[in-house]
Structures are given as structure tokens and as C-alpha cells.
């Protein structure tokens, strides 16, 4: 970082800084040039940010900042805004992926700040990457909750959607999660993501069933990101293709009608081409 620009203040407005997850090696140069151009930092923790900050060799002012922050505590971050540079930072990971800081976000660009993203590591879709499950449509849906109905509901809302769902959890409760998945979704393909970026980072892959005996015998450590793979998909019948391919007609040539269905079901490209044409006459 050139000592010049570190030293140059930033416009005022509100930066929204990504952080490690777990290895300080992974701040972005971009990152650390903010906080050490920033004003100040709102936090979760005071404690964990200042270690970080200390890692970088910085002092700024640091203010508190989480979820039991109400109305007031934003209106003096946003008032502040308007003259100083506040840089957004949670614990570990991006900002506002499970965490309250959207509603500063959202009264920021209200009264008219200027907002800034800084893009960094996130557990959730570091847990993604490692997981081999299907990653072009993903449901990511924060914290599992506590008690057993409200999991339930949100593991079967889960169920229905046709992708892999992202869930964060912690170690006292990932056996009990997997089982419930288990008696949800026994066939499903698991990930159990933890440890991301450390010395001992895991991932371990397998049915709910395979995985909850493996952590019931060997209790995880650390924070964990719990993946569920989408269902198998059912093969459309033919009265289902022909809507599909009437569907496409409407807006596409015989030919492109054919590809997007192809895509879209894993039938065979020709043959539905030919069908297409066959529609397409009728």
C-alpha cells in the first residue's frame, strides 16, 4: 500500500468492507487501504475487529455495532456519515450475509449517503466452492433456526426449491440438524463445510445419516456451513414437453426453442427440434 494514499481520507459516505473469514491472509489490498483511509469502523465486536486492525498495523475509531443496535445508534452512524468515511465490517466475512446490517445500508442510501461495496470472502459460498454440490442455482438461508418446528419449516421450504440450500450452523447443533434433514430428506447429497481457510479447514460430504454418525462419534469444532443438495429431477413426459416447447416458440426460432428445452430438461436436442417443427406447422 503506497504510504500516500493511505493517508489521503476517504469521500464521506459508508464503505461496506469484507473481512477474513479465518486467515488474515485473506484481506484484499482494497480492503486494507479502506480501513486505513476510514474515519472510523463500525462493528460487530470491538474485540474481534481490533485484532484485526492491530494485524494491519491501524487505530481508528471503533464503534459498535450489531444486532442490538436500534434506531438511535444508526441515526448517529448515518449522521456521521455525512461527514466522515464509516467503514461497515462484521466479525468475519461479508456484511449483511446473516447479519443487521442491511437496515444501516438501507437509512444510509435514504437519507442520501453515498454507499460503497468492497467484495471479499464469505462463508457461504466458500462452503459452496469446496462442496461439489450443484452450485448454478443456490438458496442461501442463514442460521438454522433453534427450536425443532421452526427448523422443520425452514428445512421444508428447503426441500421444495430446486437448488442446493446454504445454511449456516454450530457445532452443539449440527448433529441434531442432520438428523432432522434426515428424517426430511434421507437421499439428499450433504456438505459439512468447517474450519474455512484455517489450518484445519473440512469438508465432508454424504447423506444426512452418514454425516450425523460421523459428528455424533467425532464432535465438530469451529463454525460450520451445512449444504443440502437439490432433489433429483423428474423427467418431463411428453405432454409436459410439448408446453415447454410452445412455450419457447412464442418468443424463439424451431431451433433455439429446441435448445433452451434441451437445457432445461436433458432431452435429446434433434429430437426436439423435430417436435418443435411438428408444433410449429400444426
Request: charged residues 25%.
Amino acid at each position: 500500500m503506497d504510504a500516500g494514499v493511505a493517508h489521503q481520507p476517504l469521500q464521506p459516505g459508508l464503505y461496506i468492507v469484507a473481512t477474513p473469514i479465518g486467515n488474515l491472509g485473506d484481506i484484499t489490498m482494497r480492503a486494507a487501504e479502506t480501513l486505513a483511509r476510514c474515519d472510523g469502523v463500525a462493528c460487530e465486536d470491538t474485540r474481534v475487529t481490533g485484532k484485526l486492525m492491530k494485524h494491519l498495523g491501524l487505530s481508528k475509531p471503533l464503534w459498535r455495532y450489531d444486532d442490538h443496535a436500534g434506531e438511535k445508534d444508526r441515526a448517529r452512524l448515518v449522521a456521521a456519515m455525512q461527514e466522515k468515511a464509516v467503514a461497515l465490517v462484521s466479525d468475519a466475512g461479508t456484511p449483511l450475509v446473516s447479519d443487521p446490517g442491511y437496515r444501516l445500508v438501507r437509512d444510509a442510501r435514504a437519507a442520501g449517503v453515498p454507499v460503497t461495496t468492497l467484495p471479499g470472502p464469505c462463508a457461504a459460498i466458500a462452503g459452496l466452492t469446496l462442496s461439489g454440490l450443484p452450485n448454478d442455482r443456490f438458496l442461501f438461508a442463514g442460521f438454522l433456526p433453534n427450536k425443532d418446528k421452526a427448523r422443520r419449516e425452514a428445512l421444508d421450504s428447503a426441500a421444495k426449491a430446486d437448488a442446493t440450500a446454504i445454511f449456516y450452523e454450530t457445532a452443539p447443533r449440527l448433529v441434531k440438524s442432520l438428523e432432522a434433514i434426515d428424517r426430511l430428506m434421507p437421499d439428499r447429497e450433504i456438505a459439512v463445510a468447517r474450519e474455512l481457510t484455517k489450518l484445519h479447514e473440512e469438508c465432508r460430504t454424504g447423506t444426512a445419516a452418514e454425516l450425523a454418525a460421523h459428528f455424533a462419534a467425532h464432535p465438530a469444532k469451529g463454525e460450520i456451513v451445512l449444504l443440502v443438495g437439490p432433489g433429483a429431477s423428474e423427467p418431463a413426459g411428453e405432454h409436459d414437453i410439448d408446453g415447454l416447447l410452445s412455450e419457447a416458440l412464442q418468443s424463439a426460432k424451431p431451433s433455439q426453442a429446441a435448445a433452451q428445452v434441451a437445457k432445461a430438461t436433458g432431452q435429446d436436442r434433434k429430437a426436439l427440434y423435430a417436435r418443435a417443427l411438428e408444433l410449429r406447422s400444426a
